[in-house]
């Protein structure tokens, strides 16, 4: 077991290690505004005890859904002192993030319950209708407990690790890469491959190798993999996780190509997360082979795709996807 401790990283404070939820009182205060689902409320009831507004996150994409609840939220007095927590997986901690920049940059709070890493990044898609050029925002209340962040059954659990290793790999293979967040990162893979070194996960790995993923993507930024796998995501409405488990081994052979990673180094490990989320193919997931053009073309469309030395072309995004298909 990860021994708990407190991180303070410029504005924010990060407080990890299982059992970390009944600190949530003294971490987030009383009367903040909740944004949840009813698996996680049902979860860890002292992180919504003291909420003096609740709302339940809809099924559906980030910047409908946070439209949504703006408009729901119109009138109400959202408390300037306190956070908007975000309590669920990285939808619901987008969400909020969401919400909040578009309320003026209110500060946000979250307590994960995927490896998803949402909580420790500035990336999330504006409001539907919010102006493109508004600040983003990232959590300055973070608090991660394994037993709910490393939650999930096994299946999702591989699928979400899948995508915290792509987190890990990706930031040492952009422009933005930089000596510590790849330190970091390295770590954050090493720490994931041993949490699933066996039939039973060690979760408390998990939960830490993928928030340092998190922090390592978010000094570095995306690039290929992450642009390919969230453009199919919104294109397909499959899980984040179980995308990302099919496209890994893919992107990774791309990012070889290019010298920016061994792939035999993480090879063996991201084949491994894909069958165990069950995600060996796109194919295998329910895909439409006619969305992986529209993928392909809106993909080219993100400037993101710059940040990986040299830029993919239309070609390579299109055989990408087919190889994962």
Same mark, same amino acid.
């Given at each position: 077991m990860v021994a708990p401790f407190t991180w303070r990283d410029g504005e924010r404070t990060i407080r990890f290690g299982r059992g970390v939820a009944a600190d949530a009182p003294s971490l987030l205060g009383s009367g903040y505004a909740l944004l949840t689902t009813p698996r996680a409320r049902a979860a860890a009831p002292d992180v919504t005890a003291d909420a003096a507004i609740s709302r339940d996150v809809p099924a559906g994409r980030v910047d409908d859904v946070a439209a949504i609840l703006l408009a729901e939220l119109e009138d109400v007095d959202l408390p300037d002192d306190l956070p908007l927590v975000a309590f669920g997986g990285g939808r619901v901690v987008d969400v909020a993030k969401s919400v909040a920049a578009a309320r003026g940059g209110l500060r946000v709070a979250a307590v994960p319950t995927t490896l998803s890493a949402a909580e420790m990044t500035r990336s999330h898609r504006h409001a539907t209708g919010v102006d493109p050029s508004t600040p983003r925002v990232r959590p300055s209340v973070i608090i991660n407990d394994p037993a709910l962040s490393a939650s999930q059954p096994v299946r999702d659990l591989? $699928?979400?690790?899948? #995508?915290?290793?792509?987190?890990?790999?990706?930031?040492?293979?952009? &422009?933005?890469?930089?000596?510590?967040? +790849?330190? &970091?990162?390295?770590?954050?893979? @090493?720490?994931?491959?041993? $949490?699933?070194?066996?039939?039973?996960?060690?979760?408390?790995? /998990?939960?830490? $190798?993928?928030? *340092?993923? $998190?922090?390592? !993507?978010?000094?570095? %930024?995306?690039? *290929?993999?992450?642009?390919?796998?969230? +453009? /199919? &995501?919104?294109?397909?409405?499959?899980?984040?996780?179980?995308? #990302?488990?099919?496209?890994?081994?893919? +992107?990774? &052979?791309? !990012?070889? @190509? @290019? %010298? *920016?990673?061994?792939?035999?180094?993480?090879?063996?490990?991201?084949?491994? *997360?894909?069958?165990?989320?069950?995600a060996r193919s796109l194919r295998a997931l329910g895909v439409h082979p006619d969305v992986l053009e529209t993928c392909a073309t809106v993909a080219m469309r993100r400037s993101e795709l710059d940040r990986t030395p040299p830029p993919p072309l239309p070609d390579e995004v299109r055989a990408i996807y087919k190889a994962a298909w």
């Amino acid at each position: 077991m990860v021994a708990p401790f407190t991180w303070r990283d410029g504005e924010r404070t990060i407080r990890f290690g299982r059992g970390v939820a009944a600190d949530a009182p003294s971490l987030l205060g009383s009367g903040y505004a909740l944004l949840t689902t009813p698996r996680a409320r049902a979860a860890a009831p002292d992180v919504t005890a003291d909420a003096a507004i609740s709302r339940d996150v809809p099924a559906g994409r980030v910047d409908d859904v946070a439209a949504i609840l703006l408009a729901e939220l119109e009138d109400v007095d959202l408390p300037d002192d306190l956070p908007l927590v975000a309590f669920g997986g990285g939808r619901v901690v987008d969400v909020a993030k969401s919400v909040a920049a578009a309320r003026g940059g209110l500060r946000v709070a979250a307590v994960p319950t995927t490896l998803s890493a949402a909580e420790m990044t500035r990336s999330h898609r504006h409001a539907t209708g919010v102006d493109p050029s508004t600040p983003r925002v990232r959590p300055s209340v973070i608090i991660n407990d394994p037993a709910l962040s490393a939650s999930q059954p096994v299946r999702d659990l591989a $699928g979400s690790a899948a #995508n915290a290793l792509a987190h890990a790999i990706e930031a040492t293979a952009t &422009v933005g890469a930089s000596p510590v967040p +790849t330190l &970091v990162a390295r770590d954050a893979a @090493r720490r994931l491959a041993e $949490g699933f070194g066996s039939m039973e996960p060690d979760r408390d790995e /998990l939960a830490l $190798g993928a928030l *340092l993923s $998190g922090y390592a !993507l978010d000094a570095a %930024g995306i690039g *290929l993999h992450h642009v390919l796998a969230q +453009t /199919l &995501v919104r294109a397909s409405g499959l899980p984040h996780g179980s995308v #990302n488990a099919a496209l890994l081994p893919h +992107t990774l &052979v791309a !990012l070889d @190509r @290019r %010298g *920016l990673v061994d792939a035999t180094e993480f090879r063996a490990f991201a084949d491994e *997360l894909s069958a165990r989320a069950e995600a060996r193919s796109l194919r295998a997931l329910g895909v439409h082979p006619d969305v992986l053009e529209t993928c392909a073309t809106v993909a080219m469309r993100r400037s993101e795709l710059d940040r990986t030395p040299p830029p993919p072309l239309p070609d390579e995004v299109r055989a990408i996807y087919k190889a994962a298909w």
